[in-house]
DNA sequence: GCAAGGTC
């Protein structure tokens, strides 16, 4: 019997189908001389501290170093503490059995480093020996299942990836438990002070925005405003220059020839520029931009949405929700007019459905090298059934995102107007002369309300135009906004491009801080940690989040570029170099960071105790 | 009591 193991049931039921399997077991589906099965994501974790003989947090124990890890059974939280997952260690022992009977054995889980990590954990977890062959594909089609399995590739070939899977995983564990716990101690142990090479960069970016804020010091500026009337169409312009000090603007103010002054024609149109300009429509959402789209819409914080968007896809409704791509294979597009013809009675797009399904599909979203593990995210064509409002409106999302991608541009107009009238002053127009993609919600630009001239009148250069109002208007510069849920996920996503090092740089390309699967749980940990709060939408720092980051704001812990480093390294790992060398590197660091944390958190908890509610000091 | 990673 041959075994095929997948990273999760949706995977390894596919694969079953391709291969015409039939016969459902439990924890596995049979058939044509194969056993299909999956883990559930990572099953096994590394142990935890306490299992190498660091029993209760002390600082004698850091660093804590094991000479090898070990790993154990993911463990869930219930009200007697954490326990072994039950469905997990069922799940385990169905996979030994299967491995035990296997004559072959297949390894199908995700094509990346965690997918290669979560069976390599699996594999050494159970003390199977036997050899085994590697599936590597990047679509789930059929046709690109079969022709990966025509191609199985040697498992020693994953050996690298492996490495810097493994790496990656006892680098986290070691910064991350001895950080943690150093600070905690320095503290004065009186509640968790978490620590990790994502979290805390991430509290440092919500922190130091607020301290920018907080420390904000508006400026005052000036602009002149004019009001012209061409044939009885008014319309406004500003001056183009601001101006800092009052005098230089009354002074320009005062030269204004306007009406009530007793010009009759005060205003020179000096130039007018009108050009269209095209908007392509949005590309499919991946799960941060739709996390990020619920967000602004309905208010639903990362966590709610991928919550939802879980649910949907277990009721097969969409396709697999914590993809990194918003692309999808020429393959999964020959499906797409399909789609599109099942919404035709849709209540909101039924109307757009039917005008796309004769129009040509534009295909910008359209990329199969840009399909990473996952393609976007797409209606898988089930009818929903008696959906609760937010699932529904998540739906909704999905299914109108899908419609916007393959409609047709927007074509705007821009007008541009720029007047003499004793400085020079603009005016500004936006006009939709075809909606294209922007009709399936029908809403206005969202990013920015255009000025207040919908429509401009068609003047020429040369002209003069009455000023029948003039206003000197006082403005101060504003602040950048606080994250909430949104801003911070697109920062998490691109906070690479922010690092000036190339390297580092190009190392996050693909990356960023945390993973899809990942950044809604991280939001949870730092709000849990009562390191932030939600304020309305926002994201807000504690004084307890605020005196963390104070302690480790110039530490490298607190930094995107950490990752950066890492993630050059790995990749070099997945080359073929030295493992030796990184994890001396990151013993190492493990060392002097936790001696900085025994040092520097002194006098920690001071800052903030008076702040801690009494029920909440006791423990 | 603790990381980050994956998933139900």
Redesign the pocket.
Known sequence: MKIVIA?????GRELAKVFGATTKKDGYIEGKGYSFT?????????????EYG?I???RQHLPMLPKKFKLGI?KI?TKD??VE?P??RKQLDIIKKLFDEATEIIVAT?A????EL?FRYIYYFLKCKKPFKRLWISSQTDEAIKEGFRNLKPGTDYDTLFNSAHC???S??L???????AL??SAG????L???????P?LAMICSRFLEIKNFVPQLYYQLAIQLDKDGQLFKAISVNNFDKKEEAEELFAKIEDVAAGFPNGGKILTVEAKPRKEPPPLLHDLSSLQQEANKRKGFTADQT??LL?GL??SKLVT???TGSRYIGDDVFAGVPNLIDKLKDHKDFGKQADFLSTATLNKRSVNAKKVT??HAILPTGESPYQLSGDKQAIYDMVVGRMLEAFHQECIKEITKITIEAGSVFMANGTVIRSAGWRSVFNESDDDKKDEENPSLPKVKAGEELPIVNKALLEKQTKPKSLYNEASLLKALETSGKDIEDEELRYAMKD?G???????A??IE?LI??EYIVREKRNLVPTTKGLAVYDVVKDQKIAQAEL?GQWEKRLEEIRSGASVADFKAEITDYTRTITNELLQSGTGLAEKFAKEEKPAEKVS
């Open positions: 990273e999760k049931p949706s995977v999956w883990a559930f994501g990572h099953l096994l974790q590394l142990a935890p501290p306490q660091f209760g947090w002390r993911r939280k503490g954490l997952d469905g997990v995700d990346g480093r965690e997918g979560i990656r995983s006892e986290d564990w910064v991350g438990m001895n950080a943690t716990q905690s101690i142990s009186r509640s968790v978490s620590l990790g090479r994502v979290q805390t991430t991928l919550n879980q896809y277990e697999y929700p914590r593990d996952h990356s801080l945390g993973t899809p699967a990942t950044r749980a991280i940990t849990n940690r990752t």
